[in-house]
């Protein structure tokens, strides 16, 4: 074999080891695995300054991710641990018997910008966190609804309609 032969042959083989890493590296990367699937994931507010989780509090949010990943189609990566726990406890509001009057918008998108998510409600666009008409908060915003909170009850919006469906905070839906 000559010179020029064995060259080629050497960047070849070099090439293709490199090859193959990087192919095994993007595998790894963007597919799932079940080893990832099993995993309990740790908690990331859903807003930095919405929620403030307290040390006490830890352990109750380990017991949340636990029972939630027995489950046996596994943890909901759109379920937020924080929110089924409430331990924004500082703004606690008076459930009354009856729902008060359902805000009255009109939710027509949504949208994500960074990791949060943001609504058009009547040609406004809104995150989690803020304040529509009077005390109504939004607590939640999927791809499908948002949530408003008030005086205790709970409003969710599908997109595109104007009437809510309403339940109180301490159920779930």
């Not at 590296?25 to 990331?44: F, G, K």
């Not at 995150?127 to 939004?138: A, F, K, L």
Request: proline share 6%.
């Amino acid at each position: 074999m000559d010179a020029r032969k064995k060259k080629v042959l050497i960047v070849l083989a070099i090439a293709s080891v490199i090859l193959v890493w990087r192919l095994y590296a993007i595998v790894t990367e963007y597919l799932p695995s079940t080893t990832r699937a099993d995993s309990v994931a740790e908690v990331v507010p859903a807003a930095k300054d919405q929620t403030s989780v307290r040390k006490d509090s830890m352990e109750e949010v380990w017991n949340a991710q636990t029972k939630v990943t027995e489950q046996s189609w596994g943890r909901d990566p759109f379920s937020n641990v924080l929110r089924v726990l409430n331990l924004d406890s500082s703004n606690e509001e008076v459930v009354s018997r009856e729902p008060p009057p359902a805000p009255s918008i009109l939710f027509t998108g949504v949208s994500m910008s960074d990791d949060q998510w943001l609504a058009a409600l009547d040609g406004n666009i809104v995150r989690v966190g803020d304040t529509v008409e009077e005390d109504c908060r939004i607590i939640e915003i999927t791809k499908h609804s948002v949530v408003l909170k008030s005086k205790g009850w709970v409003f969710t919006y599908a997109l595109g309609s104007q009437k809510p469906e309403i339940r109180p905070f301490s159920e779930e839906p």
